[in-house]
């Protein structure tokens, strides 16, 4: 009950965002993602709603003719990623905001959307928890304006876990080299992806499921 309400919150103040944000002076004809700029007041209300430092707002530009959002998490497994879950939605808006949030991404990851007609929150957890015992944790999240490029996969977060003494941070762009990871011996390594895409929501879900 608790979680249901905190992503309604947090829905509830996406809107706010959405109607309170800056506006470019100048149409940016490129497609990117971007951490959300948030008014001290903005901060404020995130910290109520517990929007702590793995919780990750972004806003994002596209252009027209996009059809489908998905959001995947990975573990790292033999030097590949391994699919944990993949969510596909229709989206078709040019622009939007999106919130992510969890605490172990192995115990499950939340999404909240808004956009100018659309608004939504799904979330994913495992039938079992994973027991991570006491390891050390590590995460790193996407805190540069990036390029969307349609099918192309946008890491936003990476997650090292380890029982050795010292632990470093990887940066997100670390997910598309998962045999140097692997190399680094990390207990456990997990990724969040988005994926926008022109294919339609059926399309996706046929690629996804061949791809797994």
């Known amino acids: 009950m608790k979680n249901i309400l905190s992503i309604a919150l947090v829905i509830v103040y996406l809107i706010g965002l959405s109607a309170c944000g800056n506006q470019n002076d100048k ?41 489908t959002m998905k959001k995947s998490t990975y573990v790292l497994a033999d030097g590949k990623w391994e699919v944990l879950s993949s969510e596909v939605g229709e989206f ?37 928890a994973e027991d991570l015992g006491n390891l050390g ?16 996969e946008i890491p ?21 080299e998962p045999n140097k990871l692997e190399e680094k011996e990390y207990e456990h390594v997990y990724a969040i992806t988005l994926l926008f895409s022109q294919k339609s929501n059926a399309e996706l879900e046929k690629q996804t499921e061949g791809n797994q």
């Open 92 to 128: 078709k808006d040019t622009k939007g905001r999106i919130a992510l949030g969890f605490d172990y991404i192995a115990d499950g990851v939340w999404t909240a959307t808004q956009s100018e007609n659309q608004k939504g929150k799904t979330s994913y957890k495992p039938m079992e």
């Open 156 to 176: 936003v977060a990476l997650q090292v876990m380890t029982s050795k003494n010292e632990i470093y941070s990887e940066s997100v762009s670390g997910f598309f």
């Open 27 to 67: 149409v940016n004809k490129n497609m990117y993602i971007e951490p959300a700029q948030l008014s001290q007041t903005e901060e404020d209300i995130g910290e109520l709603l517990g929007l702590n430092e793995n919780r990750m707002i972004y806003d994002f530009v596209l252009q027209d003719g996009v059809q």
């Open 137 to 152: 944790v590590a995460t790193t999240k996407l805190n540069d304006k990036s390029e969307i490029v349609y099918d192309k």
